[in-house]
Structures are given as structure tokens and as C-alpha cells.
């Protein structure tokens, strides 16, 4: 009788290696900018605690030293990233205030788009004015805040009939810019910190927009 063969070993199966995520490709500038895109999908999406550089990689889909190499550390990416919210807010501000209505018109329509930005960009609005967690010195967040102070400036300006330079202000032109500044610049942080929902449910229509408007409008006038 023939020996029974033994059955054939199965080979054995390689082991399951997990998947890991594919890296895109960049140019140098391209990552930098992809990387800033990234940062801003972070913020909006997860606050500003869920921010971090290796978030940031890995939305970008790139190595998690990338953006050390670009932007230093935490500071310099949010520094940079303020920079482009600053960039955004001032074209904002100069589109609102373009010469068309009378100055006080094209003033008030600053403060509209000044409130609008911030209700639609919140948390890149609050990172912009978090002076503890940005460097104020870093060129791209000062020239770009050099750029949105032209555009305050120069409503203030219209609505004094005078020209008005940011770097060299009168003690009455300061006041006006503070004045005006103040005034959406408050109303935007409260709005975003629904410490304005106890008066919007007593507005008509419950619109903050209607309730900026009449804000803007100045104080009642009283009646002799």
C-alpha cells in the first residue's frame, strides 16, 4: 500500500498592515499655503484647543514636522494664520466703505461688514485678537493689520471730512477710531458670546443685523 501523503501546508497569509494615510505633494509655497488652509478648517471645525501643529499636517495630508519647518512653532502658525484673517477682514472693510452714500452711510456699512465678518469666520475672528497667543512682531500679521487700520481710518476720516493716518493720529481722531471701533468690535464679541440672545428675543424680528442698524443709528432723538 501506498504511504498517505500528508495534505499540502497552505502558505502562510502576509500580515495585514494598516492603512496609512497618503501623503500628498507640495511645492514649498504651496505647502505653506496648504497648510494655513488646513489650520483654518481645524479652527472653524474643532476651536482653537483642537488647533495644533500636528493637526494641522495631518488635514493637509503632509509629514507632521512640516509645519515646524514652515512656521516655527505654534505661535508662529497662529500668528500667520491671524495674518490671513486680518487680510480677509480689511478687504472686507475697504469693499464696505467704497465711495458710494454719504460718509456717515459708508461708516455704518463698515461696522455691518465688521459684524458680519466675525459672525462668519467666529473663531478666526477671536484668534485674531488673542494677543497671548500671536506675535505681533511676525511681518505678515503686521502688515495685515496695518492694512485693516488704513481701511478704519480712512472711514473715520471720510466721516470728519479729513484725511487720517493710522501711525500719526489726533488726540479727536483716536477718539473717533475708538469710538467706532469699540462700538462693532464689542457688539460682535457679545453677539458671539450669546450675551445678546436675552435682546434679540425682545427685538421684533430677533435679527442682529437689525439691532446693529439701530445701534449705528445713534440714540433716539427726544421728543421736545
Do not use: C
Amino acid at each position: 500500500m501506498k504511504a498517505l501523503r500528508k495534505p499540502a501546508k497552505k502558505p502562510a497569509k502576509a500580515p495585514v498592515r494598516p492603512r496609512v494615510a497618503r501623503q500628498q505633494s507640495y511645492h514649498h509655497g504651496d505647502l505653506h499655503d496648504a497648510l494655513l488652509k488646513a489650520a483654518e478648517t481645524v479652527l472653524e471645525r474643532d476651536g482653537l484647543q483642537g488647533l495644533t501643529l500636528r493637526a494641522a499636517a495631518r488635514e493637509a495630508g503632509v509629514s507632521h514636522a512640516a509645519p515646524t519647518h514652515h512656521f516655527g512653532d505654534m505661535t508662529g502658525l497662529l500668528s500667520e494664520l491671524a495674518a490671513v484673517g486680518f487680510r480677509r477682514f480689511g478687504a472686507a472693510l475697504r469693499e464696505a466703505g467704497s465711495p458710494q452714500g454719504s460718509a456717515h452711510a459708508r461708516l455704518n456699512a463698515m461696522g455691518m461688514a465688521y459684524v458680519s465678518f466675525a459672525r462668519k469666520y467666529p473663531d478666526l475672528f477671536m484668534l485674531m485678537f488673542r494677543s497671548e497667543r500671536l506675535d505681533f512682531d511676525q511681518p505678515a500679521l503686521k502688515e495685515a493689520m496695518s492694512e485693516s487700520n488704513a481701511a478704519l481710518a480712512a472711514g473715520v476720516g471720510a466721516q470728519l471730512g479729513e484725511t487720517v493716518s493710522p501711525g500719526r493720529l489726533t488726540l479727536a481722531q483716536a477718539a473717533e477710531m475708538i469710538r467706532a471701533w469699540s462700538l462693532v468690535h464689542g457688539f460682535a464679541v457679545l453677539l458671539l458670546d450669546r450675551r445678546l440672545d436675552r435682546f434679540l428675543g425682545l427685538a421684533p424680528d430677533g435679527d442682529p443685523d437689525s439691532l446693529l442698524k439701530a445701534l449705528l443709528s445713534g440714540p433716539p432723538r427726544r421728543q421736545a
